[in-house]
């Protein structure tokens, strides 16, 4: 009878690992996924009229009322659901597949040796690029000396700071280690000396068979 070896399993400390590394993820989908899809579907079964909080006092559990408000009396309520539906339809059955097949098509285009196929994803990419530059700008903006954060900044008695001009990368020898790029290794090097005179030798061979 053979016996059957046990498959190594998650310790103890490895699973708390995990769970720690996982953390800020479930707090992050937590507050701004699950929780605002719970208080939604309170705020769809009470009678909660968008003044205060919906948690309050003046919220109160109506079952599905609303949902029979919605679905059989003629309004303004019933107007607007029924123009929603029909977006969110137009979305899904037109936008999407359309968007979809045009990103492929465009996708196999690029990978393939046609004509201007350096315009082509140049202009597939600048998107991305300009975005970050309009980023780097906003951010400059409103970090600078006299911006709009040390401006709010001073309406409550507070000097703000030169926030993107730290002292630090002014002296010189910051400016020198900034600027010098490390040495390359020896190994490297002596490679590279030996690529260089077999070729020199290689040059000198051809040119004493030619004369």
Not at 67 to 95: C, K, M, S
Not at 153 to 165: E, M, N, R
Not at 193 to 203: D, E
């Amino acid at each position: 009878m053979t016996r059957r070896l046990r498959e190594p399993g998650i310790r103890g400390h490895e699973a708390a690992a995990g769970w720690l590394f996982l953390l800020p993820v479930i707090v992050i989908l937590g507050l701004f996924l699950v929780l605002p899809i719970m208080m939604a579907a309170w705020v769809s079964i009470s009678d909660w009229n968008g003044n205060g909080s919906p948690l309050g006092a003046n919220a109160h559990y109506v079952g599905f009322e609303n949902y029979r408000h919605l679905l059989t009396e003629p309004g303004l309520d019933q107007n607007n659901f029924g123009t929603a539906i029909r977006n969110n339809l137009y979305y899904v059955i037109f936008v999407v597949p359309i968007q979809t097949a045009v990103a492929l098509f465009l996708a196999v285009l690029v990978n393939r040796r046609v004509k201007f196929v350096g315009f082509f994803r140049t202009a597939f990419y600048f998107p991305s690029v300009t975005s970050s530059v309009a980023i780097t700008v906003l951010f400059l903006f409103l970090f600078d000396p006299g911006g709009a954060i040390n401006k709010l900044l001073s309406y409550v008695g507070i000097k703000g700071p030169a926030w993107f001009y730290l002292q630090w990368l002014r002296t010189r020898r910051t400016r020198r280690g900034c600027c010098r790029l490390p040495p390359a290794p020896r190994c490297v090097t002596r490679r590279t000396r030996r690529r260089s005179s077999r070729a020199t030798s290689r040059r000198r061979r051809n040119g004493s068979t030619a004369c």
